[in-house]
């Protein structure tokens, strides 16, 4: 059980810094200084061109394994998506539209993503990709539609505005 924990701190702990990273990044290519009071999280524009600031995020997550996570009741903007995978087997994470767990065969609204054993992965939509209803992401045994998987083996991170 150690490994599990182990492999879920460093996870967390990861996803902090590439955060971090990112924004330093980003305001470095924005012009301000490594030294500067406050850095700017920036996102290209709608055409590509000025760089706008970012609209605020929360980070919501998992506090205990999980086979599903309700990231979000209401609509939102789904910013980034990450799931580690403490199973035996490949699973896909799943990104659905709704409210609420939806049922084995739903077809998700977002291209699945594999997830091998004891490793973590997800997507980052820069934009945001948004969600009308709400948020709900799941893990899966099958790829084209929901199999909700047998046991709690996922730990969901997400970021939303």
């Known amino acids: 059980m150690s490994s599990i924990a182990g492999l879920i701190a460093g996870a967390k702990q990861l996803l902090a810094s590439a ?25 290209a524009g709608p055409r590509g ?15 205990a394994l999980e086979k599903s996570h309700v990231v979000s009741p209401t609509p939102c903007v789904l910013r980034s998506l990450r799931a580690i995978n403490t199973s035996g087997s490949t699973v896909y994470l ?3 539209d ?10 998700p609204n977002r291209a699945p993503v594999p997830i091998t ?6 997507a980052d939509w820069p934009a945001g990709t ?5 948020c709900v992401v799941v893990l899966s ?7 909700l998987v047998s046991t709690a083996c996922g730990w969901f991170d997400a970021e939303v505005s």
């Open 98 to 107: 709704t409210t609420s767990l939806p049922a084995d065969g739903a077809v």
């Open 49 to 63: 061109g000025l760089l706008t600031e970012q609209p605020a995020t929360t980070h919501l997550g998992s506090v």
């Open 130 to 134: 948004s969600l009308s209803v709400g």
């Open 19 to 43: 955060r971090t990273v990112g924004a330093v990044l980003l305001a470095r290519s924005a012009g301000a200084s490594e030294d500067s009071d406050s850095l700017t999280s920036l996102v």
């Open 94 to 96: 799943m990104v659905f």
């Open 117 to 122: 054993t004891n490793n973590i992965n997800g």
């Open 141 to 147: 045994s099958t790829v084209a539609t929901l199999t």
